[in-house]
């Protein structure tokens, strides 16, 4: 059955209140054709990361939120809602636990079967706790990434650099943007020709061709003219890569984010095209699985030839190493993922991925937003930078929203203005506040965001589990628990967090807590594990962290 769902917009409300209106409005934005990537699938990003399990829960699910009291919470089960219970006002509307799998089942092959018998839903990470809002949600976070290469790597800037990937999808989609908001050439592989017209679409990137000539020809000149140009290249990276290689073009970085962390559905094998990989799938899906492993084994030979060759070359969180590891490739983790190498830092101050939609649906309500973090934050020099460059260049998609990478302290302080405008008019309805899971407290993944940690603790998954239990304890309007997300099953646990500014005055009381334990947990995950950054930031800003290394 297919269904079209559109954003919500306008002051009208169909539940009993604006936070489980809210609620609503997220799902269906994160269902939005504008916004999700197979909506018809309830599929948003990420491989198969769903909004819903099916259609009925999904029809469930609104209807119990039109009924949901203020003083209620509604409990969600992998995409199903299974129960509602009375609480309090300043608790959760909404607990969400998504893909969790006992950790001796926790591989793909378990979670295929619990998903055909109807008994799972994979959540990635904000589609199954409805907080994506499309592309831009992780532009920033790839374009500091690029911005931090560039500054270890190429004096700042990267212009006259050409950037090899691959992946043009949901979150990889946004990889051409950065690089050329970095001033420099990037090549975007994918096998998907319908991926790159959406692209383009939205202008995160400049041409599409099918043609291997013509897009090294076009990055050679944009090269030489220090320009800045994105180019989407259809064709599958397993076979495009050792091609490059083998003409002796040269590439000056190399990355990737096809989604490897999901063999079954996320890579194409190499030899077949879309249509027969769909056919595969679903006819032996043993074989296909074999067949993308050993591509993805490719794929990962090719990277490594170019870090030979001088390219600086970086896993970007879609654990295609470990795939490659497991098929005999030894050398597999010779580059490091991209926390380890960029993004660390960042959150050792409690940094992270600070993102907000307006509910009204008006982009005027971004625009007074970003105004008010132009006031809040004029020091911060990148994030200046970056808001003239996203209002310049990101195309909304489905509500308004924006995203900003904000540190402790600071994103409190903007939820509570923020607040403050929808309380005296100056935003017409409430904001939603929220971020994606890939944060500085949020996340086990020793692949990824915890890969390398200082004392060792890559593995442990208190961190975002006690981080799921602080925000709903601090009342976040919806909080969730995730497995899998970003690197697949058995490689992460994180969680979500969403709290809504509705202009009350127990809304300031909740985004005062929520947005204070939340990046603090980071602070005190990253404080624990030895870092001076965030010793010194924990006490610099008070945070209480009992027992605080010297
Ligand atoms: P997606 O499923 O929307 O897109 C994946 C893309 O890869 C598709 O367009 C597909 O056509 C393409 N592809 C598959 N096989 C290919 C091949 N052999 N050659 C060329 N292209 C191929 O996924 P997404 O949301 O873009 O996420 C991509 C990956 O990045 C996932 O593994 C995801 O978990 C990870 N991720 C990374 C971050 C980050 O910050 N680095 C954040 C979220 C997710």
């Not at 119990?64 to 959760?92: C, I």
């Not at 050398?331 to 660390?344: E, L, T």
């Not at 911060?380 to 302290?409: C, H, N, V």
């Amino acid at each position: 059955m297919s269904r079209e769902i559109k954003a919500k917009k306008g002051l009208e409300i169909e539940c009993k209140g604006w936070e489980q209106e809210a609620v609503l409005r997220m799902l269906y934005n994160n269902l939005d054709p504008e916004v999700a990537e197979h909506p018809d699938k309830l599929v948003v990003y990420g491989g198969i990361g769903k909004a819903a399990r099916n259609w009925e829960s999904f029809d469930a699910i609104v209807e119990t939120l039109r009924r949901l009291e203020s003083d209620e919470t509604m409990l969600v089960q992998s995409g199903k809602p299974v129960a509602v219970f009375k609480t309090h006002e300043e608790a959760p509307r909404v607990l969400l636990s998504n893909s969790v799998l006992v950790p001796k089942w926790a591989n793909w092959e378990h979670f295929h079967e619990l998903d055909k018998k109807g008994l799972m839903m994979y959540g990635q990470m904000t589609a199954g706790s409805w907080i994506y809002i499309g592309s831009q949600g992780i532009v920033q976070g790839t374009y500091e990434t690029f911005a931090e290469l560039a500054n270890q790597h190429f004096d700042g800037s990267l212009k006259g650099t050409i950037t090899l990937t691959a992946g043009l999808g949901g979150m990889g989609g946004a990889q051409p943007l950065a690089v050329t908001m970095n001033d420099g050439v990037v090549i975007g592989v994918d096998v998907d020709p319908s991926r790159i017209e959406k692209r383009i679409e939205t202008k995160y990137c400049d041409i599409m061709t099918d043609s291997l000539d013509e897009a090294l020809e076009k990055a050679e000149e944009a090269k030489k003219a220090g320009k800045p140009l994105a180019i989407g290249l259809v064709g599958n990276a397993a076979e495009v890569h050792h091609e490059i290689l083998n003409r002796g073009f040269k590439i000056d970085i190399i990355t990737d984010q096809t989604s490897a962390h999901d063999p079954l559905n996320g890579y194409v094998p190499e030899g077949y095209s879309l249509e027969e990989a769909d056919k595969l799938r679903e006819s032996d899906p043993k074989k296909y699985v074999k067949l993308s492993s050993a591509s993805m084994k490719k794929h990962v030979e090719a990277m490594l030839l170019f870090q030979e060759k001088g390219a600086v070359a970086f896993d970007y969180g879609n654990n295609i190493r470990q795939v490659a590891f497991d098929e005999g490739l030894e050398k597999a983790f010779n580059f490091p993922g991209f926390v380890p190498a960029y993004i660390r830092p960042l959150f050792c101050e409690g940094k992270g991925p600070f993102r907000f939609a307006a509910l009204s649906g008006d982009p005027k309500d971004i625009e007074r937003a970003d105004q008010l973090m132009r006031e809040l934050f004029p020091e911060d020099e990148k994030l200046m930078r970056w808001l003239d460059m996203a209002t310049e260049k990101i195309a909304f998609q489905g509500l308004p929203s924006r995203i900003a990478w904000l540190g402790y302290g600071e994103r409190a302080k903007m939820g509570l203005a923020l607040n403050e405008l929808v309380r005296n008019g100056e935003i017409t309805a409430p904001i939603v506040i929220g971020r994606d899971h890939l944060d500085s407290g949020s996340v086990a993944s020793p692949n990824r965001e915890t890969e390398s940690m200082k004392d060792g603790s890559d593995a442990v998954g208190d961190w975002a589990i006690l981080n799921a239990l602080v925000n709903t304890a601090a009342g976040g309007s919806w909080i969730s628990v995730h497995h899998g997300g970003g690197v697949g099953m058995g490689y992460s646990l994180h969680a979500g967090m969403v709290v809504v500014a509705d202009g009350s005055e127990r809304a300031d009381r909740r985004l005062g807590r929520v947005l204070t334990t939340d990046p603090g947990m980071g602070v005190a995950r990253h404080a624990d594990a030895g870092y001076n950054i965030a010793i010194d930031t924990a006490k610099e800003k008070n945070v209480d962290i009992p027992m605080l290394k010297e």
